[in-house]
Antibody, heavy 121, light 105 residues
Framework: EVQLVQSGAEVKKPGESLKISCQAS????????IAWVRQMPGKGLEWVAM????????KYRPSFRGQVTISADKSISTAYLRWSSLKAADSAIYFC??????????????WGQGTLVTVSS | DIQMTQSPSSVSASVGDRVTITCRAS??????LAWYQQKPGKAPKLLIS???SLQSGVPSRFSGTGSGTDFTLTISSLQPEDLATYYC???????FGGGTKVDIK
């Protein structure tokens, strides 16, 4: 059974750093893309970034490039999303998702439970 | 970036009704489209890939059609458990539509 287990809720102050995680099991972690998807309170889904753990190739939505960093550790089948300096506007639920790709098309068949990030002074 | 526009933004229907949601892409995306269901407080779930391919375990009352720029998700007979927000996503640049909230009357 494929599982994506995310780290717990975080409460941070503006300017602080944060790294959230997504541990995968039940499939070959290195050879499928893992993405992070943001959902701001009461809003829709926004794709943030994705990584191919086998070679650490990354893709970022342009509006998130430079704002967050995606990474992965193949040895422990875990993907990360990191902020160096949080803003209140980063407050959201962040989902990780496993994307299976073929012919340039990718679909997210498995999702983590979500990590709530709250940034408030 | 390809823009994905869903309509309506919300729909309220009775149990047994047919519900249709549309998704329009700003460019031709062939059949590179997915539909996801997100129930309140839960993670999204993949319903349909490649515009019309129903995922294993998804009830047959859900169907997807379309290609190019115009796509449709249909629930043929709405059930109480279909209360959710539905999103389309184009499958190469990963842009989501804005979502359609389905309520039960």
């Amino acid at each position: 059974e494929v599982q994506l287990v995310q780290s717990g809720a975080e409460v941070k102050k503006p300017g602080e750093s944060l790294k959230i995680s997504c541990q995968a099991s039940g499939y070959s972690f290195a050879t499928d893309w893992i993405a992070w998807v943001r959902q701001m309170p009461g809003k829709g889904l926004e794709w943030v970034a994705m990584i191919y753990p086998a070679d650490s190739d990354t893709k970022y939505r342009p509006s998130f490039r430079g704002q967050v960093t995606i990474s992965a550790d193949k040895s422990i089948s875990t993907a990360y999303l990191r902020w160096s300096s949080l803003k209140a506007a980063d407050s959201a639920i962040y989902f990780c998702a496993r994307y299976r790709c073929g012919g340039g098309r990718c679909y997210a068949g498995d999702w983590g439970q979500g990590t709530l990030v709250t940034v408030s002074s | 970036d390809i823009q994905m526009t869903q309509s309506p933004s919300s729909v309220s229907a009775s149990v047994g009704d047919r519900v249709t949601i549309t998704c329009r892409a700003s460019l031709d995306i062939s059949n590179w489209l997915a539909w996801y269901q997100q129930k309140p407080g839960k993670a999204p779930k993949l319903l349909i890939s490649a515009a019309s391919s129903l995922q294993s375990g998804v009830p047959s009352r859900f169907s997807g059609t379309g290609s190019g720029t115009d796509f449709t998700l249909t629930i043929s007979s709405l059930q109480p458990e279909d209360l959710a927000t539905y999103y389309c996503q184009e499958a190469s640049g990963f842009t989501f539509g804005g979502g359609t909230k389905v309520d039960i009357k």
